[in-house]
T-cell receptor, first 113, second 116 residues
Framework: EDQVTQSPEALRLQEGESSSLNCSYT??????LFWYRQDPGKGPEFLFT???AGEEKEKERLKATLTKKESFLHITAPKPEDSATYLC??????????????FGKGTHLIIQP | DTEVTQTPKHLVMGMTNKKSLKCEQH?????MYWYKQKAKKPPELMFV???????INESVPSRFSPECPNSSLLNLHLHALQPEDSALYLC???????????????FGPGTRLTVT
C-alpha cells in the first residue's frame, strides 16, 4: 500500500530560525512529488513539483529536495507569513493514465515574531 | 492566471435536500478533480475527469454525483447527504493527466458544506 508520512506533525519556530520539514514515501512507481501550502479554511496552494531523485527547486525562502525515499522542504529565515500547513503529495503510476494525488497529513508550521 | 473558482463558499443543507457545488476554470486545463477534506485531515480524492470523461471514482457513495458539462466546468450534485459528509469540498484542475510535466494541480478555495 502506498504511504506518505510527514514529520513533524507540528513545528513552532522563531522568526529567522531555519528548519526542514520531512516527507517520506513508500510507493511503487513514483511519477512525481508535490508540495502545497494550505492556510486555514482555504484550498491548497501549489509550491513545487519534483520528478526525480536529486532534483531541487527554490522559491523565495523555500527549497524542496527529493531523494529515492523522502523529500525535504527547507525553510530559510522564515517570517510569520510563512505560517501554514505544508502538505506533501505523491502521484503514482497506476497504469491507467489518470490519477489523483495521495496526500500526507501535513506539517502545521507556526512562525512566531 | 491559475485561478479555480468555486461556488458557493458555504452551504448548509438538510439530509433531504438536493444541492449542487460548482467549479470553474479558464486555464484551458483538461483534467478536473473533486477532493473532500475533513477538519485537520489531508484532502482525499473523490473523482477525476479527463477530457470531460469520468476516469476515476474512488468508491464514493452514490449520494455524490459528479458532472462535467464542458472542459471549464465541474459540478458535484448532492442528494440525501449524512451529517458525516460535512467537510470542505475542493475542486482542482491540471493541464493534462497524460503528460507528467502538465500534472500540477491547482486548487480552488473550496465549499464549506454543513449537513444538518
Amino acid at each position: 500500500e502506498d504511504q506518505v508520512t510527514q514529520s513533524p506533525e507540528a513545528l513552532r519556530l522563531q522568526e529567522g530560525e531555519s528548519s526542514s520539514l520531512n516527507c517520506s514515501y513508500t510507493v511503487s512507481g513514483l511519477r512525481g512529488l508535490f508540495w502545497y501550502r494550505q492556510d486555514p479554511g482555504k484550498g491548497p496552494e501549489f509550491l513545487f513539483t519534483l520528478y526525480s531523485a536529486g532534483e531541487e527547486k527554490e522559491k523565495e525562502r523555500l527549497k524542496a529536495t527529493l531523494t529515492k525515499k523522502e523529500s525535504f522542504l527547507h525553510i530559510t529565515a522564515p517570517k510569520p507569513e510563512d505560517s501554514a500547513t505544508y502538505l506533501c503529495a505523491v502521484l503514482v503510476n497506476s497504469g491507467g493514465g489518470a490519477d489523483g494525488l495521495t496526500f500526507g497529513k501535513g506539517t502545521h508550521l507556526i512562525i512566531q515574531p | 492566471d491559475t485561478e479555480v473558482t468555486q461556488t458557493p463558499k458555504h452551504l448548509v443543507m438538510g439530509m433531504t435536500n438536493k444541492k449542487s457545488l460548482k467549479c470553474e476554470q479558464h486555464m484551458g486545463h483538461r483534467a478536473m478533480y473533486w477532493y473532500k477534506q475533513k477538519a485537520k485531515k489531508p484532502p482525499e480524492l473523490m473523482f477525476v475527469y479527463s477530457y470531460e470523461k469520468l476516469s476515476i471514482n474512488e468508491s464514493v457513495p452514490s449520494r455524490f454525483s459528479p458532472e462535467c458539462p464542458n472542459s471549464s466546468l465541474l459540478n458535484l450534485h448532492l442528494h440525501a447527504l449524512q451529517p458525516e459528509d460535512s467537510a470542505l469540498y475542493l475542486c482542482a484542475s491540471s493541464q493534462d493527466v497524460q503528460v507528467l510535466w502538465a500534472y500540477e494541480q491547482y486548487f480552488g478555495p473550496g465549499t464549506r458544506l454543513t449537513v444538518t
